[in-house]
């Protein structure tokens, strides 16, 4: 058995200073990912640092019309917020998608941010994985890749799409990342936070070494919105999406006026449909221009041997969220 030391932290400064003065030390939220993670000995931190108790717990509208979470605040909390639900329909559906209600007790926001892939070659312990050993291989592009894996932003080192709902929701509505560290505090836009896997799959976000993300700031709701989340699977709870939307949209009559797209299960990481964005901005609500953009969203897909079924699935996800936001046009 494997045996840890654990501080409860009493100020971001202190676990700031913890993580800075030994290389194995993580930070501990809630757990879900990082417990699962250490008993399959795939991480093997000998310090972990709990930061419940910094106070980072609170969902404040600020002055300016957005959103600011607390990287404490849980799943179900934030999923249940009277604001999210009124202003940010598709981030509670998103949430509530996601895992099972104990896991969401537990899951916080940032923890949900600082997921792991789900790749089942990462997460074996002894496959050949570039994210795990760098320099490896990655088992996954020759093997079993149906699930789990990405047809959007892969690279010829990793091919694991990122597992979170949340995340893609966010991307649709665009936020920031506040984190603080040794050298102060720091704003990161969140479609910058999560990094392609590219040469260095190991890489998998902006966070700086020991930076602790102390809140994620969401963009005012768009005014005449409307939003949902879609997320498509092998069944209904407690398994990661094969492909998902999270899209919002503002008409003017049966014109649409703004749109914005987030795709999950498909992507390596929650992926901004911009292109599919653009095509759909000005244009008539209408099921031809809704293939079009779906189609656009997935123009330099790269499928594998076994997912490329995401493609069309991704599509439909996208073409059904925007036929029910735009009331079943024809
Ligand atoms: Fe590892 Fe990524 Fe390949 Fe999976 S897809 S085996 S996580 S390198």
């Not at 949900?112 to 996954?140: E, L, W």
Request: hydrophobic share 40%; proline share 4%.
């Amino acid at each position: 058995m494997r045996t840890l030391d654990y501080t409860r932290a009493t100020s971001p400064e202190q676990a700031i200073s913890l993580m800075a003065r030994n290389p194995a030390t993580v930070y501990l939220a809630g757990g879900t990912t990082l417990l699962d993670l250490v008993k399959l000995d795939i991480m093997q931190p000998d310090h972990v640092v709990d930061v419940h108790t910094l106070g980072l717990n609170q969902i404040e509208t600020l002055s300016d019309g957005r959103t600011r979470i607390g990287a404490m605040v849980t799943n179900t909390q934030l999923a249940h917020h009277p604001r999210i639900k009124s202003d940010y329909a598709l981030l509670s559906q998103a949430l509530l998608s996601g895992a099972t209600t104990q896991l969401r007790n537990k899951a916080t926001t940032a923890g949900n941010v600082m997921q792991r892939v789900r790749c089942n070659y990462f997460r074996d312990g002894v496959s050949a994985c570039n994210k795990r050993t760098p320099g490896s291989g990655c088992a996954a592009i020759g093997g079993h890749n149906r699930s789990v894996h990405a047809v959007l932003g892969t690279s010829e080192q990793c091919i694991a799409s990122h597992p979170s709902d949340m995340c893609v929701a966010m991307a649709a509505i665009g936020a920031t990342v506040q984190v603080q560290g040794p050298s102060g505090k720091r704003d990161i836009d969140f479609l910058d936070f999560h990094l392609l896997p590219g040469s260095t799959p190991w890489k998998e976000h902006a966070l700086e070494p020991n930076e602790l993300i102390t809140h994620i700031t969401l963009n005012a709701p768009l005014a005449g919105s409307r939003s949902a989340y879609l997320k498509l699977r092998d069944r209904a709870s407690y398994q990661f999406a094969l492909a998902s939307s999270a899209v919002i949209l503002v008409l003017d009559g049966q014109v649409i006026r703004e749109a914005r797209i987030a795709l999950g299960g498909v992507g390596t990481k929650p992926w901004r449909a911009e292109e599919a964005e653009r095509l759909l901005r000005g244009a008539p609500a209408s099921a031809d221009r809704f293939a079009k953009a779906a189609a656009a969203a997935f123009k330099g897909a790269v499928p594998y041997a076994h997912n490329g079924y995401k493609v069309a699935l991704g599509q439909q996800a996208i073409v059904h969220n925007l036929m029910t936001l735009s009331g079943g046009v024809a």
